[in-house]
């Protein structure tokens, strides 16, 4: 007798043991010490401004595996490539990444024509592309893309959110806009007119275009004025923006003056376009502007400060890529924590697809986290800010929109 | 210098060994499960292609002495019209490879005509606004309705015909050794005729060639156009095994890329042609190792930029070998038959 019992006492421990190695399971590129990361970043080339993100990231991952030891007591070993913001070379690196080095997913890799380009492949493949560093509104379809999951308020709801604020305070403008001919542009510009609603085209009185290659916007910004515009939508990125907060103060044209957020950084865009000629300007954001003083003593301002002078030492702080490569980061540690040993590429699509109100450093106060098995869309609300003497100045409430 | 490489008796057999090796290549798949091997033969697909691409400019740069900066736009060219007769008219792909190979000897036929009255650096600077104008004009408003505008074609990879038991990228391997074979074949024969030596002649003394009756004008027009042809199916056959064209892949970098294949493999030589694509494959890809390595190795905080290092391996190489690497290896041949004849 007694013997029988401790066979099936030892048959039940055997079977709890085994069920318990079981949960550790682990996908590609996963051990017991290491996890595997991919990502491609133009560090060089026309968008090379925009590699900031995957330096901050691999400093943010030193940081983690050096002094907490990674997660859950596995190192991360990230790859970021280099793909020049050119798409055939994000498919060989993203391929290179997935079938030679069998990482386990891809993070946050920059571009919409890039990402375009390896969108159908990592769905093929069923290789999480998570977190995507593009506002293109076409990342959030799990029903055909279940592996692909965008990651900041895509631009069309963000152009949306500002002409349902121009609707609501400047019913009788003659609006003007300028924009970049590409996606970003063409994203932008469909949500803006999605949200003036029917009688848009009475609204816009202007609408010109520039090349990214583009030396100056000058003649565009002539144009727009001599059209008799009373409010000026300016979609532009960086170098476009300053260039044109500039000239409309240099021409003496007085808009109400609407810039999209990727034109917004303070130490990029407002302070060479000049502080004076910026007052007054109006954006969106979803990030806590580091520049304002209203943030100087929040604890995750300072936690990043000290991140950034410790292990980013060389990036510059004013630049809004360090913030939002911050946040991101912060969204795919939460994913990695929630697996816990089960580090499948299932489970972790099933995590990221069930983030509930989560709180990440230097989002506004306000904006959680949420996803769901259909809603693939992370970051939802914006908040409109005004440029007052050398920063934002947030005002009004977070509006979310329905993205899409 | 001498040109005889194209009369030598052997210079068949070891071609023939060559593309029998490059052929054989994709059969370790059905012994090899190694999950990276798809990989590889994606690689050798790029390669092939850059190859092709290096062909089509070396037609022109190193036989013709035409200078081209601008042959990623005819690489676009083929690309788009690939995708697009694919895409928006349902041609199969083996139709739509020599049909964008037509469109482009089109466009570079007509480039050829204003080109004539351009020499050397002029050309050059004449092709380059090429490549920096015809990304641009893809995404015009006009054309948008087939090119996609900024977003670009999305197309499908052709599935393997069912009698042949190959994986897509085992498959469309043998889709770009196949066009590279024939293009390179065709290539070497119409340098060894008569059409070749007027190239040739008109590469090395365009006047002398003038007067012993070549007419140089349709020459070079022609060169153009078979150049930008071969560049041409070379985009057609990355369009097909990328899935994608969108005009950021076509950049002025695309014809610096070529430009350097062609010079690192060998101006004037035809195997310098492979050389030259599988050098802009791995080179670009091993630099960032090397810069990887080098941050491991050496602990250090900052990155080493990969493209310092690309070209600190160019200028290494153009110091040491000034003919390209066929002309290494040529010399090096030389080298040794010179000892083995002392001993």
Redesign the interface.
């Known amino acids: 007798m007694i013997r029988r019992r401790t066979a099936l006492l030892s048959a039940a421990a055997a079977t709890f043991a085994g069920s318990a190695r079981a949960e550790k399971k682990y996908g590609p590129g996963v051990t017991d010490t290491e996890i595997k990361i991919g990502q491609t970043m133009p ?4 968008a090379s401004a925009y590699g900031v993100a995957g ?1 901050l990231h691999a400093a943010y991952f030193r940081m983690l595996n050096e002094t907490q030891g990674g997660i859950n007591g596995r190192k991360i070993n990230f790859i970021s ?2 793909d ?5 070379k994000t ?2 690196l993203t ?2 990444l ?3 080095d ?1 990482v386990l997913l891809m993070f946050y890799p920059l ?1 919409t ?2 990402n ?2 390896i969108h ?1 492949y990592m769905n093929q493949k069923k290789v999480p592309h998570l977190f995507l560093a593009t506002g293109a509104s076409k990342w959030g379809d799990p029903k055909n893309f279940p592996w692909t999951m965008g990651w900041q308020p895509d631009y069309h709801t963000e152009c949306k959110i500002f002409a349902k604020h121009i609707v609501a305070n400047h019913k009788d403008a003659k609006i003007a806009i300028l924009r970049q ?3 970003m542009g ?1 994203d932008y510009l469909s949500g803006f007119k999605e949200g003036l609603g029917a009688g848009w085209e009475k609204m816009i009185v202007a609408d010109a275009t520039y ?1 990214v ?1 583009d030396p100056t916007v000058d003649s565009q910004i002539l144009q727009l004025k001599n059209s008799g515009a009373t409010l000026f939508m300016n979609i532009t990125t960086p170098k476009f923006s300053a260039q044109s907060i500039k000239k409309v103060a240099e021409i003496g044209w007085k808009p109400v003056h609407y810039l999209v957020s990727v034109g917004a950084s303070v130490g990029a865009v407002m302070r060479p376009a000049g502080i004076e000629n910026a007052q007054g300007i109006i954006t969106a954001q979803f990030a806590k502007d580091v520049t304002d003083p209203r943030w100087a003593n929040a604890p995750d301002y300072l936690e990043w400060k000290a991140f950034m002078d410790k292990w980013n030492p ?1 990036a510059n702080q004013l630049e809004g890529s360090n913030v939002s490569s911050y946040i991101s980061v912060h969204g795919l540690v939460h994913v990695l924590k929630a697996c816990g040993d089960d580090l499948t590429r299932e489970n972790i699509m099933r995590q990221a697809a069930n983030i509930k109100d989560l709180e990440i450093p230097l989002l506004l106060p306000g904006i959680k986290v949420n996803t769901s098995p259909t809603n693939f869309y992370p970051i939802r609300a914006e908040q409109l800010a005004r440029f007052e003497g050398d920063h934002w100045t947030l005002f009004g409430d977070l509006i979310s929109a329905d993205a899409g | 210098m001498a040109r005889s490489w194209a009369t030598k008796p052997h210079i068949g057999l070891w071609a023939i060994g060559f593309w029998v090796v490059l052929a054989a290549l994709p059969l370790i798949g059905f012994v090899s499960d190694s999950p990276s091997f798809d990989y590889y033969l994606f690689m050798g697909q790029s390669m092939l292609i850059y190859a092709i691409a290096v062909l089509g400019l070396n037609l022109l740069i190193g036989f013709n002495g035409q200078i081209s900066l601008g042959h990623s736009a005819f690489f676009a060219v083929g690309a788009y019209a690939a995708a697009i007769l694919m895409v928006h008219a349902s041609v199969p792909y083996w139709l739509a490879i020599p049909l964008a190979g037509i469109v482009c000897f089109g466009a570079g036929f007509l480039f050829g005509f204003p080109a004539l009255k351009l020499e050397g650096h002029y050309l050059a600077l004449a092709t380059f606004t090429l490549a920096i104008a015809v990304p641009q004009l893809l995404k015009h408003k006009s054309i948008a309705g087939w090119t996609g505008g900024v977003g670009g074609v999305l197309l499908d990879k052709p599935d393997p015909p069912s009698f042949l038991p190959l994986s897509v990228d085992q498959f469309l391997y043998y889709v770009c050794l196949i066009v590279a074979m024939a293009l390179f074949w065709i290539v070497f024969n119409l340098l060894r005729g008569r059409s070749g030596r007027a190239m040739m002649a008109i590469r090395d003394h365009a006047m002398a060639a003038g007067t012993m009756g070549i007419d140089t004008a349709l020459y070079k027009t022609m060169t153009f156009g078979v150049s930008a042809a071969i560049t041409g199916m070379a985009g057609a056959l990355s369009a097909i095994t990328v899935a994608y064209v969108a005009p950021d892949s076509f950049t002025l970098q695309l014809s610096i890329s070529f430009l350097v294949g062609l010079v690192v493999g060998g101006i004037a030589s035809l195997p310098g042609c492979l050389i030259g694509g599988a050098f802009i494959v791995l080179v670009q890809n091993s630099s960032q190792s090397i810069s990887d390595w080098m941050k491991d190795a050496f602990s250090l905080r900052y990155d080493v930029p990969a493209w310092a290092i690309y070209g600190t391996l160019l200028l290494l190489l153009m110091f040491f070998l000034p003919n390209g690497l066929a002309g290494g290896i040529a010399a090096i041949r030389g080298l040794l038959s010179r000892v083995t004849q002392k001993t």
């Open positions: 560090y060089s080339g026309n330096r490539l280099d020049g913001y050119s798409p055939p498919m060989e391929r290179q997935v079938e030679r069998q571009g024509q890039t375009t380009a159908k001919n590409d996606d063409n090349e290659t060389t």
